[in-house]
């Protein structure tokens, strides 16, 4: 079964909205999880990651104001992108290191957010 | 900064084929190597993982192997199937990046009844 949801699995919203993705993870805690994303036809692009109790860690040219990470709990993060504009449409993708394994990421299904 | 490449971009095979799909980068100061499916508007599903100290790993008709010193890993996929049909992605974990991967652009393969 799925080890790692994601919610919405896809969104169309207006231009200036903001929309919230969550990434939970269904079959153990995660203190750590990432957000990547990945435009089409392209790979996946670490955004930032996410970390219980602290703040996000954000990757060079990624607006931290413009993309709010909240890991609210071990098993839950959400990613808001805020006042969304038509170049963020995007596919975004949520991982969890393995626990066991900690040497494996768990991805989720993807969030398709398409803005207008 | 890692750049990981896949070659080629896309492939188009008849079923039954064998085929070899290769990634490349550029730092080999790795931890390992991951490769993954992903299926269109889908999420990733890992095929493969190698230690940077191993050569190879293999699972069912599947085949992965690692030269580290080289910048290279090649995917082998034996006798190949319509199910197959998919975009594989390799990732490589460095050795202080912590968890981060950081991914090559894809192979799209198409496997042809």
């Known amino acids: 079964g799925a080890v790692v949801s994601q919610h919405p699995s896809w969104v169309i919203c207006k231009s200036g909205t903001s929309v919230k993705i969550e990434c939970r993870s269904l079959?153990?805690?995660?203190?750590?999880m990432f957000w990547y994303r990945q435009f089409p036809k392209q790979s996946l692009m670490l955004m930032a990651t996410?970390?219980?109790?602290?703040?996000?860690?954000?990757e060079q040219g990624v607006e931290k104001d413009k993309f709010l990470i909240n890991h609210a709990s071990l098993t839950l993060s959400t990613l808001t992108v805020t006042s969304a504009h038509p170049e963020d449409s995007s596919f975004y993708i949520c991982?969890?290191?393995?626990?066991?394994?900690?040497?494996?990421?768990?991805f989720g299904p993807g969030t398709r957010l398409t803005v207008l | 900064k890692q750049e990981v490449t896949q070659i080629p971009a896309a492939l188009s095979v008849p079923e039954g084929e064998n085929l070899v799909l290769n990634c490349s980068f550029t730092?080999?100061?790795?931890?390992?190597l991951q490769w993954f499916r992903q299926d269109p508007g889908k999420g990733l599903t890992s095929l493969l993982l190698?230690?940077?100290?191993?050569r190879e790993q293999t699972s069912g008709r599947l085949n992965a192997s690692l030269d580290k010193s080289s910048g290279r890993s090649t995917l082998y996929i034996a006798a190949s199937q319509p199910g197959d049909s998919a975009t594989y992605l390799c990732?490589?974990?460095?050795?202080?990046?912590?968890?981060?991967?950081?991914f090559g652009e894809g192979t799209q393969l198409t496997v042809n009844p």
């Open positions: 190698i230690q940077s100290s191993q």
């Open positions: 079959d153990f805690q995660a203190t750590t």
């Open positions: 990732a490589v974990r460095q050795e202080t990046s912590g968890s981060r991967l950081t």
């Open positions: 730092d080999s100061a790795i931890y390992n």
């Open positions: 991982s969890v290191p393995g626990l066991v394994r900690a040497d494996t990421q768990y």
């Open positions: 996410s970390n219980e109790g602290s703040k996000a860690t954000y």
